[in-house]
């Protein structure tokens, strides 16, 4: 699994942002949700609040057309993760290989050169 939850916000939310928090076994991840009148209205503020905050934005729109603010390094850090997860047999030689590392069995090695 890729440990994604896709979800889909269902209620009505006012001009007042809500701050949900979603507990996962990594420890929970903060997210603003708000209605489109709301972002639109305030679209720096949010903007800023994913860049430098780290925040995702979700915003709410009729008829569950909802859209997702997040920051460029959040999206591609998402993505090389999604690409870095899509091969089994790569992504367990991953694991297996960080294993190595937290037991100190990992080894220092000299680059080749182009020479």
């Not at 928090?21 to 609040?49: H, P, Q, W």
């Not at 390094?73 to 960080?98: F, G, H």
């Amino acid at each position: 699994m890729l440990g994604l939850f896709f979800f889909t916000l269902t209620w009505i939310i006012l001009d007042i942002p809500y701050r949900i928090l979603y507990n996962t076994d990594e420890g929970g991840e903060n997210m603003i949700a708000v209605n489109y009148s709301n972002a639109r209205d305030n679209f720096k503020k949010y903007c800023d609040a994913a860049v430098h905050d780290f925040e995702t934005v979700i915003v709410t729109r009729k008829q569950d057309e909802n859209v997702v603010i997040m920051s460029e390094s959040e999206y591609n850090n998402l993505m090389e993760n999604l690409y870095i997860r899509s091969n089994q047999a790569d992504y367990q030689r991953l694991l297996k290989s960080i294993d190595q590392l937290k037991r100190g069995k990992g080894q220092v090695r000299e680059l080749a050169s182009d020479e």
